[in-house]
C-alpha cells in the first residue's frame, strides 16, 4: 500500500540518519527524558498481567520499564517507524520474553484487538490525520481499554526550544511556517483540539495535567551545543544551512545558552500535558 506523502517523509526521516543518531545517543537522550518517562508511567498506572502497547517505542527504554511494571504474566509491544531505533530497542530486551517490538505505522496498522493499555512518550503528535489515527489505535484496546501519553505544550512555554530557536533563526534560511494543527513536535499543544481528536477517535474521560521539569542538555556549555545541533528543532533547523550560516546559529546560541551553564547541568524548562482517556 502506498504512503500518503507526509507519512513518507516521516518514515524516511527516522529510517534516515535521524534515526541512526537517536539509537547512537539512546542512553544520553533516555537520561534527558528520565523525570518526562516517571510521570507518564505513574499516569498510565501499568498493572502486573496487562496488555499494552508503546506507540512510538523509538529505542524501547519506556517498552522496558512497561514490561517491568506488567510482568512476565503480562505483554507489551513495543511500535515505530525507525528500523535503527528498533534495532536498539530490540538489543535491550534480554530476559523480557513478554516484551517485542514491531515496525509499523501506527496511525494505520491492524493491531489485535487485546490491549488493556495505549501509551506513549511524545510519539502521537506526527500523525497527518490524528482523529483517523485515533480511532484506528482505539480498535486495538479492550472495551475496558484506557489511554495515556505524553505530548510538549506550547513552544513559548518550552525554554529548551524557544531559546536556542530563537537564537538561530535569524542565522539560517527561512523555514516553512508550521499551522497549529499541522503534524509536529507542538501539535498536540492546544487542549482543545487533543480533546476533540480523541473523542472523535472514540474515547472519554479524558484529562489533561500539566508536567513541568527541566531538561538536561549537558553537562558543559559545549555538550548542550552539539546536543542542540544533533537533535530535535534546531537540528531541523541547520538542515538547510551553509557552513557559514551554521556557525553563526551555533555562536548566537552559545551567547544565549551562557546564563543557563553557570552551574552544571544545563537545564532549560520543558512543559508538557500529561493525557489520560477510557475508552467511550
Known amino acids: 500500500m502506498t504512503q500518503p506523502a507526509s507519512n513518507k517523509e516521516q518514515i524516511d526521516y527516522w529510517n534516515g540518519d535521524a534515526g541512526k543518531r537517536w539509537a547512537a545517543q539512546q542512553e544520553r537522550l533516555d537520561g ?40 512476565p504474566s503480562g505483554r507489551v509491544v513495543g511500535a515505530d517507524i525507525s528500523e535503527p531505533m528498533l534495532a536498539r530497542a530490540k538489543s535491550r530486551i534480554g530476559s523480557r520474553s513478554q516484551l517485542s517490538f514491531m515496525q509499523a505505522d501506527a496511525a494505520s496498522h491492524r493491531f489485535d484487538s487485546q490491549f488493556d493499555l495505549l501509551f506513549s512518550r511524545f510519539g502521537v503528535m506526527f500523525f497527518t490525520d490524528p482523529d483517523t489515527a485515533f480511532a484506528n489505535l482505539r480498535k486495538s484496546l479492550k472495551p475496558t481499554g484506557r489511554l495515556t501519553f505524553v ?14 530557536v530563537a537564537a538561530a533563526r535569524e542565522h539560517v534560511p527561512p523555514q516553512p511556517s508550521l ?102
Open 151 to 164: 505530548c510538549w505544550r506550547e513552544p513559548r512555554e518550552n525554554d529548551w526550544v524557544r531559546v536556542p
Open 32 to 71: 534527558m527524558l528520565a523525570d518526562v518517562s516517571k510521570a507518564v508511567l505513574k499516569a498510565a498506572a501499568p498493572q502486573p498481567g496487562e496488555h499494552v502497547l508503546d506507540v512510538g517505542c523509538g529505542c524501547g527504554q519506556t517498552s522496558l520499564l512497561l514490561a517491568d511494571a506488567v510482568g
Open 179 to 280: 499551522g497549529p494543527e499541522d503534524p509536529g513536535p507542538f501539535a498536540f499543544a492546544n487542549p482543545g483540539r487533543v480533546r476533540r481528536i480523541l473523542a472523535n477517535g472514540g474515547f472519554d474521560v479524558i484529562t489533561m495535567r500539566p508536567f513541568d521539569t527541566q531538561m538536561i542538555l549537558g553537562e558543559t556549555l559545549d555538550e548542550a551545543l552539539v546536543h542542540l545541533q544533533e537533535f530535535g528543532p534546531i537540528s531541523r533547523l541547520l538542515n538547510e544551512a551553509s557552513p557559514s550560516q551554521r556557525e553563526a546559529a551555533a555562536n548566537a546560541i552559545r551567547e544565549a545558552l551562557a546564563p543557563y551553564a553557570k552551574s552544571s547541568p544545563v537545564k532549560l524548562a520543558g512543559a508538557t500535558w500529561l493525557v489520560t482517556a477510557k475508552c467511550g
